[in-house]
């Protein structure tokens, strides 16, 4: 079998085609988020369907999401909490909020969701209550900031997520000057040392290339 970027992504469309199936709602935020010219960087349809499992999985019913983009992800988790659950998602960009609460609405999950519109270190603050899963998908270089909110708006047990974590190998490099590297370094080397968090993370391939997700619990 060749390994190929080329053949991650037949595999990834093979499982989500097997495992996930496809869903009106979900491809039309993707195809909004197109329309409107946004960044294609939401995440893959089998770690959409990752998030939605984990929210359900650890019977999350509050959910935090630093980075709401097009409302993809949201979707997925906002599916997970269930009829009484909650997701509040902050996004930077008022003009991608926009496009996020009209797919987000449309998917019939609009009352779930509360839309934060600021930076995360401007948001955060302001937040009240705690949370049993967050999702970091934000500026990476903030990535330390954020944990460190997640842990405190977090309670043992909080399920913590972390996107990005492999950048195509980069984050072996040490002498990298991406800032975006920078910051996933300094974050994941926060969850190992942090006494707060206990972490592992997976390399992905697939349909968005090489990456990887950091998973943590709050203890
Ligand atoms: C980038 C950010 C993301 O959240 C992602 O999933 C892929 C790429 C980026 O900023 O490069
Ligand atoms: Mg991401």
């Known amino acids: 079998m060749d390994s190929t ?3 991650w992504r037949a595999a990834d469309d093979f499982l989500a085609d097997t495992l996930v ?3 009106p709602a979900l491809e039309a935020a993707l195809d909004a988020q197109r329309a409107a010219g946004m960044p294609e960087i939401e995440v893959a349809p089998v770690a959409g369907k990752l998030l939605n499992l984990l929210v359900r999985i650890s019977g999350a019913t509050r959910v935090l999401e630093i980075g709401t983009l097009g409302g993809y992800s949201t979707i997925w988790m906002a599916r997970g909490v269930g009829e009484q659950g909650r997701v509040v998602t902050i996004e930077a ?13 449309a998917a019939g999950v609009g009352d779930r969701v509360d839309i934060r519109i600021g930076r995360g270190a401007d948001v955060l603050p302001t ?4 949370f049993d899963l967050v999702f970091i998908d934000a500026d990476k270089e903030s990535n330390t900031l ?6 405190r708006l977090g309670h043992p047990g909080t399920v913590v997520v972390v ?4 950048r195509d190998g980069e984050i ?3 002498a990298s000057p991406d800032p975006k590297v920078v910051g996933t370094r300094d974050g994941l080397r926060m969850l190992g040392e942090d006494p707060r968090f206990d972490a592992t993370a997976l390399q992905t391939v697939g349909i968005k290339g ?10």
Not at 163 to 166: A, C, M
Not at 210 to 219: E, S
Request: charged fraction near 15%.
């Open 146 to 151: 954020y944990l460190d909110w997640a842990a």
């Open 172 to 174: 072996v490099n040490d």
């Open 21 to 23: 199936g496809h869903d």
């Open 93 to 105: 960009e008022a003009a991608h909020a926009a496009v996020a609460r009209a797919s987000i609405d």
């Open 163 to 166: 996107d990005n974590i492999g």
């Open 210 to 219: 090489w990456d990887g997700f950091a998973i943590a619990v709050v203890v």
């Open 5 to 7: 970027p080329a053949a």
């Open 127 to 130: 937040l009240v209550g705690w």
